[in-house]
């Protein structure tokens, strides 16, 4: 439940900044043309803004999901959860918006995402899991850089309240 909740939400996350970093293009290259501003704080402005904006939607999200799943009490647990779930969030929220900006278009950006993502829960060691991948060689640097695997794993290890150091997943 955590990984799925996590993952169909860092895909809205992604998908919904989009078409606001879309819709800004035109009005950056003009401002860019006429030496208004420089990219880079004009990229920050961006990240900036969507800070509060993801805090209180992982906010709202964690504490429900919290209540309905009726996980274990502690505030350190919960705050901990929270990191975890808003750092993965973000990380979603700056991929939209970097797609978007790399690629030529919205709807390639809107094509490329999702198709990443799946990708990256493929190779995270969900649906191939390390026992069955046998002695690929490859894999684990596409395990180690999944964002999926990284926060699924640290859910993990503060619920089970150990380190997973046996390489399993």
């Known amino acids: 439940l955590f990984f799925v909740s996590t993952f169909f939400m860092g895909v809205v996350f992604m998908m919904s900044g989009m078409p606001l970093i879309s819709a ?22 961006f990240v900036v803004v969507e800070i509060p904006y993801v805090l209180v939607t992982s906010l709202v999200f964690v504490g429900v999901l919290w209540l309905w799943v009726d996980m274990y009490p502690g505030v350190d647990k919960f705050l ?36 990443t993502c799946q990708l990256l829960s493929l190779f995270g060691g969900f649906m191939i899991t390390p026992a069955r991948a046998g ?35």
């Open 80 to 115: 901990w959860y929270f990191f975890v779930y808003g750092s993965y969030m973000m990380a979603m929220t700056f991929f939209g918006q970097f797609l978007v900006i790399a690629l030529p278009d919205e709807q390639t950006a809107q094509t490329v995402g999702p198709s």
């Open 24 to 45: 800004e293009r035109k009005a950056f290259y003009r401002e860019r043309a006429a030496s208004m501003y420089k990219p880079f704080p004009y990229a920050m402005a």
């Open 135 to 169: 002695a690929l060689t490859t894999r684990r640097p596409r395990r180690d850089t999944s964002p999926g695997r990284l926060s699924s794993r640290d859910t993990r290890t503060w619920r089970n309240g150990t380190r997973l150091t046996d390489g399993s997943y």
